[in-house]
């Protein structure tokens, strides 16, 4: 009898054996584990748009290529516009048939056939997200797809590196492309970005769980009170009426009778007045309204007549410069300064002996002459 080691279930901890320890790798499916082979044959289609038929047809020789190393056939129909893929006799893994499924679709969603290929790996899983039917408005779709997408790709290409996931977004579909834990990732910052959430917010936190991870201590732990919690803000508010009708409370007895016509005038004493009296007292009452509206009518008019109030600014004094006293319009030197009287005749006299305006022709000619000698006497 052979002894087997008993493991005593206090001594490990629950954790670490839910965990997947670091560089740990899922041994390749070979064909050593089904020498066999498959017992029947299967096949999947799909139909792709017009605009893919010449790259297909262009990189379709590479596709076949890639497929026939799996032992999967693939065929192009340009007519019906399907690719087709099928096993052989010789494939001997059961799911690679999937994995062929997947490239076509891919191929078909306007994925580049070098980010296609990699779906035949192991490790790599794609994800088609439907988007087309998650918005009814189609200018507010185009709106929400184009913020996914970002500015220059901007957005796009965060998320790519923060899930390690190929992103292409076409039409009403986005297809991913990477790990299974990253495009559990996309798939919910898409459909949250359908839900008009911003993107921004998930790749908030996707960058901080990135950090949170690093750190062996935090991975057994929550990550909750690290992660922001954004509240959710309606700015469209429903319009609120002016008039509130408030509810009153409920009383038993009927509300009172309201007065009459009959009774008003009752109260007031109109009612045993004659019909020349109550026709005078309308008028007068008319007129007096009238009178009230042309006397505020015309105080608005006489408000633009109003002078507006004047301030006397008084400029600071300095030696030998003139001080002015600002009256209304008007500029008033003050006598406070002296002024020279004698230098000022002088200026004046100095003014008219300078001759204003071009020289006569006569006095030119003159000018030029004299030139003229003196540049021969030089000579």
């Not at 970005?193 to 790749?203: A, S, V």
């Not at 960058?207 to 509240?231: A, Y």
């Not at 008003?264 to 009452?285: D, H, I």
């Not at 309204?289 to 006489?302: F, G, L, M, P």
Request: charged content about 35%; overall charge positive.
């Amino acid at each position: 009898m052979e002894a087997y080691a008993t493991v005593e279930p206090g001594t490990v901890d629950e954790s670490e054996l839910l965990t997947v320890p670091d560089g740990w790798k899922e041994p390749a499916f070979t064909r050593e584990d089904n020498p066999r082979g498959l017992l029947e044959e299967s096949s999947f289609a799909t139909l792709f748009p017009k605009y893919r038929e010449a790259y297909l047809k262009e990189c379709w020789p590479l596709v076949q290529k890639a497929l026939n190393e799996h032992h999967v056939n693939a065929t192009l129909d340009l007519i019906e516009g399907s690719i087709t893929v099928t096993t052989t006799k010789k494939t001997f893994d059961p799911y690679v048939i999937i994995r062929a499924r997947d490239l076509i679709k891919l191929l078909a969603r306007s994925v580049p056939f070098e980010q296609a290929v990699r779906i035949l790996q192991d490790d790599t899983a794609c994800d088609i997200i439907k988007i087309g039917s998650l918005v009814r408005n189609r200018e507010r779709f185009i709106k929400r797809r184009q913020r996914l997408i970002g500015p220059k790709g901007s957005t796009l290409k965060a998320l790519e590196l923060l899930t390690n996931c190929y992103i292409m977004v076409q039409g009403n579909t986005v297809s991913a492309l990477g790990p299974f834990n990253g495009l559990k990732e996309v798939r919910k910052v898409v459909l949250d970005t359908m839900k008009n959430i911003h993107p921004i917010y998930n790749i908030k936190t996707l960058m901080i769980k990135r950090e949170l991870s690093k750190d062996p201590e935090l991975r057994t732990q929550s990550w909750e009170r690290f992660l922001p919690q954004f509240k959710h803000k309606n700015l469209n508010k429903r319009k609120e009426p002016k008039k509130k009708n408030v509810k009153k409370e409920y009383t038993p007895f009927p509300p009172p009778q309201p007065e009459s016509q009959v009774d008003k005038e009752l109260a007031s004493g109109e009612y045993f007045l004659k019909e020349s009296q109550k026709k005078r007292k309308r008028v007068e009452e008319i007129k007096a309204k009238q009178a009230e509206a042309i006397s505020r009518r015309q105080e608005e008019r006489n408000k633009a007549f109003i002078p507006p109030k004047e301030k006397l600014v008084v400029k600071p004094k300095k030696e030998g410069c003139f001080s002015y006293l600002f009256v209304g319009f008007y500029c008033v030197a003050s006598t406070e300064t002296k002024i020279d009287i004698e230098a000022i005749k002088q200026k004046v006299k100095k003014a008219k002996k300078k001759k204003l305006g071009a020289l006569p022709v006569e006095e030119v000619k003159l000018k030029i002459a004299a030139d003229e000698k003196k540049k021969k006497k030089k000579k």
